[in-house]
């Protein structure tokens, strides 16, 4: 299935410039290789070598953060809006 996936600003320079890109998948982490295969090497920006999010990384599914659902194993289906947030920190 394909669903748009919301590209942020800071990650756009890695999927040439485009703010949605269409990504197959039925979990999170599927849509994210999915991803990675049309865009080498974004995957590694959001997901550490042990499979887990990076912590600066915020994923919502239809504006549920996914680490309060199934994290990266969170079902996908067509419809969803998934969105990546990077963490924004300052003082």
Do not use: W
């Not at 995957?43 to 994923?59: A, M, Y």
């Amino acid at each position: 299935m394909s669903v748009s996936l919301k590209i942020p600003t800071p990650l756009r320079r890695m999927t040439n410039g485009e703010s949605t890109v269409d990504v197959d998948g039925t979990n999170l982490i599927e849509c994210i290789d999915s991803l990675d295969a049309q865009y080498p090497g974004i995957k590694e920006r959001l997901v550490s070598d042990n499979g887990e999010l990076h912590r600066f990384v915020n994923i919502y599914v239809n504006g549920e953060d996914i680490r309060f659902i199934d994290g990266i194993k969170t079902p996908i289906k067509t419809g969803d809006e998934v969105s990546i947030v990077p963490a924004v920190a300052g003082g």
